[in-house]
């Protein structure tokens, strides 16, 4: 009579086929997971500079932040790193008075060292940031607007959020 095999040996054996055809599967998206995480914790260190700037920088008289919000993302299209950060303000001041206030504000760029290679669409450092102003709404004596810095046209390197 030949060895048969015994139901142990079939069962390891399904095992590893189960376990390499995992392996298969999950490797090429660990790569690039490993691959992006550098520039993608270069960003995310400028990004976190670059609201420093801003949410540090004194609020208007009269006006609270009801909310705050940052992002690295790719506005519109192209292969780029755009850096968003925004305030939502509430004031009893007008639209007017708070547009006179960040008129003349200026933030350094999110990223200021010197470009790269990589950089061809750029030209050497970006220029400093102004304040957008957007209104949101008013109630009564309230104005609810959303200030805003936005500073685009970096390269992603591999940051996915880029592409």
Known sequence: MPPQASDNSIGQIIIKIFVICL????????????????????????LAAFEKNFYGYPLPSETDVIDQQSR???????NHCDFVVEQ???????????EA??????????RSETQTWEDSFT?????????????????????????????????PGLDIRCH
């Open 23 to 46: 392996m298969i599967l999950l490797l090429p998206g660990l790569f690039c997971v490993l691959a992006s995480l550098p520039d993608t914790l270069k960003n995310n260190r400028q």
């Open 72 to 78: 690295i993302t790719l506005l519109g299209n192209s």
């Open 88 to 98: 939502t303000l509430e004031s009893r001041l007008s639209l007017q008075e708070i």
């Open 101 to 110: 206030y960040y008129r003349d504000v200026i933030f350094p760029a999110a």
């Open 123 to 155: 030209s050497g450092i970006h220029p400093p940031v102004r304040v957008r102003v957007e209104l949101l709404g008013t109630q009564e004596d309230t104005t609810i607007v959303k200030v805003s810095l936005v500073d685009a046209g970096y390269p």
